[in-house]
T-cell receptor
Framework: GDSVTQMEGPVTLSEEAFLTINCTYTATGYPSLFWYVQYPGEGLQLLLKATKADDKGSNKGFEATYRKETTSFHLEKGSVQVSDSAVYFCALNSGGGADGLTFGKGTHLIIQP | GAGVSQSPRYKVAKRGQDVALRCDPISGHVSLFWYQQALGQGPEFLTYFQNEAQLDKSGLPSDRFFAERPEGSVSTLKIQRTQQEDSAVYLC?????????????FGQGTRLTVV
């Protein structure tokens, strides 16, 4: 079945540091890939997505590239801010009868001023 | 409303009690999903509705779990004879359609604690 593996946290960085959160997946067919973010006290929000190989999703300075050859969708940001502190979830939807999203366990990111 | 609304936000149930969790999706959204999120884990798919039809219930963990969406809008997730292992956050999400890659909008969830 489908699965998503992402690096475990918490990840603690200083403000303006470079961020990478690794995500790899196993899926049937050609999945769509997502990063969702959960800020403290709020619901899950879509951060970015990519629907086919080599697509790059981007939003709020975050980027992730759909790499089919390595089955990866790593999240990156060049300069993090305190306000980026949140839990980040990598997820996929492979269709083909699987109607829901398959999520990773989440990575808690803590940015220190 | 502007987003997906879930109620109650918090629910404490005694073991063996029945509970009902409500989800108000975004108006006009055809697809509705329920997920279960255990502490420190990612959400896990429970069930999916397209309008009033429950097209996928493969994620429901036991026959104590039942979901409905009778008029294709509001949905209720019911858990009968709650057990401690049912303690989790229950998330509802809706999306405009079923097309692969469509964004799902999530509610804030209902945190269920079974004591």
């Amino acid at each position: 079945g489908d699965s998503v593996t992402q690096m475990e946290g918490p990840v603690t960085l200083s403000e303006e540091a470079f961020l990478t959160i690794n995500c790899t997946y196993t899926a049937t067919g050609y999945p769509s890939l997502f990063w969702y973010v959960q800020y403290p006290g709020e619901g899950l929000q879509l951060l970015l997505k990519a629907t086919k190989a080599d697509d790059k999703g981007s939003n709020k300075g975050f980027e992730a590239t759909y790499r089919k050859e390595t089955t990866s969708f790593h999240l990156e940001k060049g300069s993090v801010q305190v306000s980026d502190s949140a839990v980040y979830f990598c997820a996929l939807n492979s269709g083909g009868g699987a109607d829901g999203l398959t999520f990773g366990k989440g990575t808690h990111l803590i940015i220190q001023p | 409303g502007a987003g997906v609304s879930q109620s109650p936000r918090y629910k404490v149930a005694k073991r063996g009690q029945d509970v009902a969790l409500r989800c108000d999706p975004i108006s006009g959204h055809v697809s509705l999903f329920w997920y279960q999120q255990a502490l420190g884990q990612g959400p896990e798919f429970l069930t999916y509705f397209q309008n009033e039809a429950q097209l996928d219930k493969s994620g429901l963990p036991s026959d104590r779990f039942f979901a409905e969406r009778p008029e294709g809008s509001v949905s209720t997730l019911k858990i009968q004879r709650t057990q401690q292992e049912d303690s989790a956050v229950y998330l509802c999400a809706s999306s405009f359609n079923r097309v692969l890659g469509t964004e799902a909008f999530f509610g804030q969830g209902t945190r269920l604690t079974v004591v």
